[in-house]
């Protein structure tokens, strides 16, 4: 597509509830980025996946997160057992290959745990 | 730790005027650093990307500066106008690893 799509736009969950999130990069982006942002505050690295590489988990805040992306295009990001602290915008980019790029960002996906 | 610094939280400056932000950093050294700007409710926008051999990089009024002994990037733009106002965020890469580290960037006002 023209730019990274990110969806749903907004979504508001319960506590304890499983949410997932959705990022469609770029068309022949390799690599797809993860980054959350809380209120005010700068980017938070989650996950990044290049090509067929295993991708980098590092960034995970515990393991009630996880990511897959499949055959080399769409991503989903799942948490589960929502917390409130999870309440934050996240933020999918992908770019043409791995690094030395400018990430392009999709609008992100404001999540709000209640 | 790796650490990143924006100066300021906020930046005013007269319409007109040059903008100069700064982004410091500790115990990295990055192949390059990016610059972004982050319109509320929006995501970030891919301005000027500067490797760790170049000193200077211009796009239009914008101008980035690298410093790799001081650790230090400058960030200017001159003739400032009022629909610059956004926060901007600088970011470091490096060529063995994909994810690039975000500072908390620096909100800035055009006053008219």
């Known amino acids: 597509g023209a730019g990274v799509s990110q969806s749903p736009s907004n979504k508001v969950t319960e506590k304890g509830k499983d949410v997932e999130l959705r990022c469609d990069p770029i068309?022949?982006?390799?690599?797809l980025y993860w980054y959350r942002q809380s209120l005010g505050q700068g980017l938070e690295f989650l996950i990044y996946?290049?090509?067929?590489?295993?991708?980098?988990k590092s960034g995970l805040p515990s393991d009630r997160f996880s990511a897959e992306r499949t055959g080399g295009s769409v991503s989903t990001l799942t948490i589960q057992r929502t917390q409130q602290e999870d309440s934050a915008v996240y933020l999918c980019?992908?770019?043409?290959?791995?690094?030395?790029?400018?990430?392009?960002f999709g609008s992100g996906t404001r999540l709000t745990v209640v | 730790s790796q650490k990143i610094e924006q100066n300021s939280e906020a930046l005013n400056i007269q319409e007109g005027k040059t903008a100069t932000l700064t982004c410091n950093y500790t115990?990295?050294?990055?192949?390059?650093l990016q610059w972004y700007r982050q319109d509320p409710g929006r995501g970030p926008v891919f301005l000027l990307l500067?490797?760790?051999?170049?000193k200077e990089k211009r796009k239009e009024r914008l101008k980035v500066t690298f410093d790799t002994t001081l650790k230090q990037s400058l960030f200017h733009i001159t003739a400032s106008q009022p629909a610059d106002s956004a926060t901007y965020l600088c970011?470091?890469?490096?060529?063995?690893?994909?994810?690039?580290?975000f500072g908390d960037g620096t909100t800035l006002t055009v006053k008219p």
């Open positions: 115990n990295y050294s990055p192949a390059y």
């Open positions: 996946f290049q090509g067929n590489s295993a991708p980098d």
């Open positions: 500067i490797r760790e051999n170049e």
């Open positions: 068309s022949g982006h390799t690599a």
């Open positions: 980019a992908s770019t043409p290959t791995g690094t030395g790029y400018g990430y392009t």
């Open positions: 970011a470091l890469g490096n060529t063995n690893a994909g994810k690039s580290t």
